[in-house]
């Protein structure tokens, strides 16, 4: 049985799921705040089929990089998607701000 590798790999796997899950709440937060309650579930229901599609892309993707590279390859690729995907939350409109009409 082969000894264990560990190293980059596992900690870029760590980072992207801590702040996977820590993105989760200031989102939450975001849609409930800025939806009106008449809209939210269609717009929850159209982010689900979203992110579902994302999920069979990206895994397609992820498998053909593997194979071509290596496993390793593929996470680092998906980590700085999932980096630089996560910058355009800084670009939403603060609650507060005088150019902002509440719907």
């Known amino acids: 049985m082969p000894a264990y590798v560990g190293g980059q790999y596992d ?7 801590l702040f996977n899950g820590i993105s989760t709440s200031p ?11 008449t809209k939210r579930s269609t717009l929850l229901s159209f982010e ?4 579902e599609s994302g999920v069979v892309v990206g895994s397609i993707f992820m ?13 680092y ?15 939403i409109p603060r609650a ?8």
């Open 11 to 17: 900690v870029f796997y760590i980072v992207v799921f």
């Open 27 to 37: 989102h939450a937060a975001i849609m409930n705040r800025e939806i009106p309650n």
């Open 48 to 51: 689900s089929l979203i992110l």
């Open 63 to 75: 498998g053909f990089i593997s194979k071509q590279h290596s496993i390793a390859v593929a996470w």
């Open 77 to 91: 690729i998906g980590s700085a998607i999932l980096f630089v995907s996560s910058i355009f939350y800084l670009f």
């Open 96 to 103: 507060g701000n005088p150019g902002i009409t509440k719907r």
